[in-house]
């Protein structure tokens, strides 16, 4: 009954070393946030008035999604809409091939990751360099992002130092962040000067004022958006939020959540084209519509990114970015992920203990993990064995006296079942912790026994027992 | 005051001196206790694979064996979660509001509903505690870590255990961290299951703790099989076991 995800969560942290790494450096963004969140005094305000603000966005999208392009029209932005990745791959090529783009600059979109643009782009020709430094770094080593904020988070200095130095000829064993960045700044300062469009994700798109807002730490977007003369930004259609005076509320959440700065290094609020530039916003929907329509699961859409659920997730921590196999990992990703698609859709929402920590840190209030239970019922497709266990096992827990029967036959085994082999049905069990010994009776026949000893009639609700009964066989190893 | 001891399906054939214990507990605290052996699963099991049609006839059927208590109190803080926040959405709840508003983890019944912390048990031990994530985040029987603002609400496990004699509450890192058990999570993802189990293990074991105690019996079975298997860490004990124990040594 091992799933793929754990087989994938040992093959991604496969070490007790990467494993605590990984851990580690994961926690300490929860520790951020929790100490930037306690500093803001209404905190929890503040969640409520972005959930309601996010809700009030999902149910007008509608209207808001049509204000939105008429002001960026005005403001002298094209504005295209894409249904599908397939759509948002045309729409950007076609764009680019109409002005002989060739170099492309991209910052951070987790939209494009999810509609394959990078590799759609590079099969034509077309070379796209990422530029937030996380994502480089994946980029260079072929691999897409664990986190969605720190991309390469499940990467060591030195594995980046020697990723750097076979790529980009950075001196052999050089593992200092500091040195490493500053080579890496110094070669993409190379490509965007020399880059013939800019492609961006946005964090918002405001409705009332036609403006996109880009949110970055190391200023890639302002760069992508402002040298090249062509800057196509591309969002899914939930971004959209009613007003610039919202901005704010999202604002003060977003990189407290995500990282525990108290707002992000840069905060771009595009309207129109730069001087002398072009300006291409891409509506993506790719089955965000189907989502909305679906009233267990629309909240999800509300998500802002800021990967607080991740860090917060014990499984997220232990199992790295990419035993999920989709392009959010965590347990936002396990909810976006039967709606959106892709191969794991039914598997995911099972990884998860449920512990809620997630819906406990999400600063838009999504019911993460009341949303990951849901999808397992909407999704239970189980196999022919489990059906047959689930049943066999549902009508014993019912009657009780089943229980004793099944139990019964249960007993001699149990010593058989404690023993690892790979034929045990226990054995996923075994494999990291042994069995617990199975008293001589349940509660239910010592209790009766006791009952039946003090002369008294099982069928009466009233229990008194006189007192316990001899101690029940709870041997320790 | 008439409570109906709900003994979950597992309580009762895996660990049922916690049944018992959470009896004598119950009747120290002066309830008059009753225990109807036809009950059967609440469900829960069911529901956090997705076998919805299957948790819906056990709710149906725990619900039909438990109309009229006055109280309804188990040693398990998942299933009280169950009863409690997602019966309706089974459909099988609307009906029975407060009923399953009436069903209590035992420390949260014997603090928030008697009013009591004082039980006269003594256990001369270092006792580190493992948050049941649900009693924790569903049932708000405590502060989860990751809250933020100044509504803390108090834990009634630990009202309780600084009111048991002679018994020195540990603290471990990262205080309320998943066990990792997970229910089916614990067999169809044992590598991630064992990986964060023996994670709590040594986190309690640096602690300095000599028992665990929380609960849930299914997270301390699963956490004691791993100290089982690795051979060091604290032994599980649950709340109730530690709450009967009025003589000394008298869990051992």
């Known amino acids: ?477 | 005051m008439n409570v109906s001891l709900f003994v979950p399906c597992y309580v009762d054939q895996l660990a049922p001196d916690v049944a018992w214990a959470t009896l004598r507990v119950l009747e120290r605290a002066g309830c008059q206790v009753h225990y109807d052996p036809e009950q059967g699963c609440c469900g829960q099991p069911f529901l956090n694979r997705g076998a919805t049609r299957e948790a819906r006839r056990l709710a149906r059927r725990h619900l039909e064996r438990f109309a009229g208590a006055d109280a309804i109190v188990a040693p398990s803080a998942s299933c009280v979660a169950t009863v409690r926040h997602r019966f309706t959405a089974l459909g099988v709840g609307e009906g029975a509001l407060a009923q399953t508003a009436r069903t209590y983890e035992l420390g949260e019944f014997l603090v928030r509903v008697l009013g009591t912390t004082q039980l006269g048990a003594r256990f001369p031990y270092r006792v580190a505690v493992l948050q049941s994530c649900h009693g924790l985040r569903e049932l708000g029987l405590g502060t989860p870590s990751e809250q933020v603002g100044e509504s803390a609400t108090h834990s009634p496990t630990d009202l309780l255990l600084r009111a048991v004699e002679d018994l020195a509450l540990v603290a471990a890192d990262r205080p309320d961290e998943c066990c990792g058990f997970g229910g089916a999570f614990s067999v169809t993802h044992p590598t991630l299951s064992g990986r964060m189990g023996l994670a709590r293990l040594r986190a309690f074991a640096d602690a300095g703790a000599e028992y665990v105690t929380g609960t849930d019996v299914s997270c301390l079975l699963h956490l004691d099989g791993i100290r089982r298997r690795e051979g060091f860490g604290p032994r599980a004990i649950h709340l109730a076991e530690i709450l009967a124990n009025g003589a000394v040594g008298g869990a051992q």
């Open chain 1, 1 to 477: 009954m091992t799933t793929s995800f754990d087989e994938r969560a040992l093959a991604t942290l496969p070490s007790r070393g990467e494993l605590a790494q990984h851990d580690a450096a994961v926690w300490d963004l929860r520790r951020r946030r929790d100490a930037a969140a306690a500093e803001v005094p209404d905190w929890e305000a503040l969640r409520e008035r972005a959930a309601a603000l996010k809700a009030f966005a999902l149910d007008h999208l509608d209207e808001l999604l049509v204000g939105f392009e008429q002001r960026a029209r005005g403001a002298g932005a094209h504005v295209h809409w894409a249904s599908d990745a397939t759509a948002l791959c045309r729409i950007v090529t076609e764009l680019l091939a109409a002005r002989g783009a060739r170099r492309v600059v991209k910052s951070k979109s987790m939209l494009t990751e999810e509609c394959g643009l990078n590799p759609h782009l590079a099969a034509r020709g077309i070379e796209v360099v990422d530029t937030d430094l996380g994502e480089r770094i994946v980029q260079l080593a072929g691999e897409p992002p664990s986190h969605l904020i720190v991309p390469a988070i499940h990467k060591t200095r030195r594995e980046i130092g020697a990723l750097f130095h076979r790529q980009m000829g950075t001196p052999e064993r050089e593992d200092d962040p500091e040195r490493l960045t500053r080579h890496a700044r110094s070669d993409l300062r190379r490509r965007f000067l020399a880059a013939d469009a800019g492609i961006t994700g946005a964090n918002f798109a405001v409705a009332d004022t036609g403006s996109i807002v880009i949110v970055t730490n190391e200023g890639n977007a302002d760069l992508g958006s402002s040298l090249p003369p062509l800057h196509v930004a591309c969002l899914g259609i939930e971004k959209v939020v009613p007003a610039l005076a919202d901005l704010p509320v999202f604002l003060r959440l977003l990189a407290r959540s995500a990282t525990g700065q108290p707002i992000s290094a840069y905060t771009s609020v595009l309207t129109g084209p730069r001087s002398g530039g072009e300006l291409h916003i891409v509506l993506v929907d790719n089955g965000r519509s189907e989502l909305l329509a679906n009233p267990t699961h629309r909240s999800a859409l509300a998500c802002i990114r800021c990967g607080a659920c991740l860090n917060t997730c014990p499984v997220y921590r232990r199992a790295g970015g990419h035993a999920y196999g989709t392009v959010i990992p965590g347990p936002i990703g396990s909810v976006l992920g039967p709606a959106l698609g892709g191969k794991q859709g039914a598997e995911l929402p099972h990884a998860s203990t449920l512990c809620g920590s997630c819906s406990a840190v999400c600063p838009v209030k999504i019911d993460l993990h009341g949303q990951l239970l849901a999808w397992r019922g909407e999704r239970h497709k189980p196999a022919h064995r489990e059906r047959l266990l689930t049943r066999a096992a549902a009508i014993a827990l019912r009657w009780p006296a089943l229980r004793g029967a099944a139990r019964a036959l249960l007993r001699p085994l149990w010593p058989l079942l404690a023993r690892r082999s790979p034929r045990n049905p226990a054995e996923p069990w075994l494999a990291v912790r042994e069995l617990p010994p199975l008293p001589l009776q349940s509660f239910r026949a010592q209790w009766r026994a006791k009952r039946a000893a003090s002369g008294a009639s099982d069928s009466g609700p009233v229990s008194k027992p006189a007192g316990r009964p001899a101690r029940s066989e709870r041997n320790e190893p």
